[in-house]
Structure formats: structure tokens, C-alpha cells
Nanobody, 117 residues
Framework: QVQLLESGGGLVQAGGSLRLSCAASGSIFSILSMGWYRQAPGKQRELVAAITMGGHSNYADSAKGRFSISRDSAKPTVYLQINSLKPEDTAVYYC???????????WGQGTQVTVSS
């Protein structure tokens, strides 16, 4: 089992920045990649960005440019830097950890990001 603990969400004005963190614990040796998803009210959960423990990252088209994912493989912890926040970025952001072959997929509890205009 892998436990994920997110932090860094909050209320921020449009144009501001946030850095979300997600620390993994438990069977961390099984983790292949970690990522961030978000779910806005009334919408489906969607991928924002993901990164492998080897450092290969990928982003949703909507996240390219303002979002940056990074990781510390030793801990392991994944970070999501969000710049130039927009009201439409308001959502619950969930951390995700995936294992080879998607045998096990783990989710954090989520952290709320609210962007005021």
C-alpha cells in the first residue's frame, strides 16, 4: 500500500502562484510514476501532469506553459508549480501514484485550490 499526503492548496487571487506537494509513504518501491489530477465542480477528474521516478514528464494540453511538475525520487515527493492562476483553475487537486502495468493506482485525499477573480 502507498499513502499519499497532499499539501499546498488554498485561496489565491488570479495571477498568483501556488506550489502543491505530495509525499508518498508505504510501499514506495512499487511506484513507477506520480501525477496530479484535478476535478472542478460538475466536471470529471482530469489529468494535469505526471512524472516518472526517472524524470520523464507529460502534461495535459491545458496545462502546458503555466504548470510545472517535478519530483524528488528519494523521498519520493512530487510537486506541482502553478503560475498565473486563473479562476478556471479552481478545483480539487488530487495526487496519484501508479505502479507498473497499472496494477495498483493510489490517490490522495485531494487539496482544494480556489482562484478568485
Amino acid at each position: 500500500q502507498v499513502q499519499l499526503l497532499e499539501s499546498g492548496g488554498g485561496l489565491v487571487q488570479a495571477g498568483g502562484s501556488l506550489r502543491l506537494s505530495c509525499a508518498a509513504s508505504g510501499s514506495i518501491f512499487s511506484i513507477l510514476s506520480m501525477g496530479w489530477y484535478r476535478q472542478a465542480p460538475g466536471k470529471q477528474r482530469e489529468l494535469v501532469a505526471a512524472i516518472t521516478m526517472g524524470g520523464h514528464s507529460n502534461y495535459a494540453d491545458s496545462a502546458k506553459g503555466r504548470f510545472s511538475i517535478s519530483r524528488d525520487s528519494a523521498k519520493p515527493t512530487v510537486y506541482l508549480q502553478i503560475n498565473s492562476l486563473k479562476p478556471e483553475d479552481t478545483a480539487v487537486y488530487y495526487c496519484n501514484a501508479d505502479t507498473p502495468g497499472h496494477q495498483n493506482v493510489y490517490w490522495g485525499q485531494g487539496t482544494q485550490v480556489t482562484v478568485s477573480s
